[in-house]
């Protein structure tokens, strides 16, 4: 299976500043076929359940402030929040849909200075 | 607005089995395919199963293939996980989730905990 590395784990960020988080799999998540790459972002603020922030590696779902970003090539993925605001607090998880099974890298908890 | 709301839930003894629903509302539930996920007490999110919209393919994790069974029925709205031979790596939060036309998870339920303990 695939795996999926984030780093860090822990990120702590002062209101208003740029945080970014890397996500890497142990192998490239281009489809060859229609060339996608199957990375998405999901975020899970405390007590709730989690929610679709980035699709295909850079798609915003709807909804989702212009703040956040997604990039990457083949194995290196990262996520990018422009301003953080205090809504923006919760656990981040890359995962991968290029093939079964799907796998989660193992969450960003990210959280306010 | 897009519902899912799961339920079956419950304390099962090691071995015992379980019958998880998910009902949705909100969308035309036969056009999406589904997914549950499930997340440990304190841990991560790991992907269960998956289910074409037409019921006709599912796809499991290692961990649970030959144990946890999807199934749809979309004349009642509803994506449905048979648990049998439950272990006590099995205890987590249970959530099901819309897949959209991208495959993404779009829409998820607020879960059901599932705890496996004698």
């Known amino acids: 299976e695939i795996v999926m590395t984030q780093t860090p784990l822990s990120l702590p960020v002062t209101p208003g500043e740029p945080a970014s988080i890397s996500c890497r799999s142990s192998q490239s998540l281009l489809d060859s076929n229609d060339g996608n790459t199957y990375l998405d972002w999901y975020l899970q603020k405390p007590g709730q359940s989690p929610q679709l922030l980035i699709f295909t590696l850079s798609y915003r779902a709807s909804d989702v402030p212009d703040r956040f970003s997604g990039s990457g090539s083949g194995t290196d993925f990262t996520l990018r929040i422009s301003r953080v605001e205090a809504d923006d607090v919760g656990v981040y998880y890359c995962m991968q849909r290029l093939e079964f099974p799907y796998t989660f890298g193992q969450g960003t908890n990210l959280e306010l200075k | 607005e897009v519902q899912l709301l799961e339920s079956g839930g419950d304390l099962v003894q090691p071995g015992g089995s379980l019958r998880l629903s998910c009902a949705a509302s909100g969308f035309t539930f036969r056009n999406y395919a589904m997914t549950w996920v499930r997340q440990a007490p304190g841990k991560g999110l790991e992907w269960v199963s998956i289910i074409t919209a037409g019921g006709d393919y599912t796809y499991y994790s290692d961990s649970v293939r030959g144990r946890l069974t999807i199934s749809r029925d979309s004349s009642q709205n509803t994506l449905f996980l048979q648990m049998t031979s439950l272990r006590a790596d099995d205890t987590a939060i249970y959530y099901c989730?819309?897949?959209?036309?991208?495959?993404?998870?779009?829409?998820w339920g607020q879960g059901t905990l599932v705890t496996v303990s004698s």
């Open positions: 989730a819309r897949v959209t036309i991208e495959g993404a998870f779009d829409s």
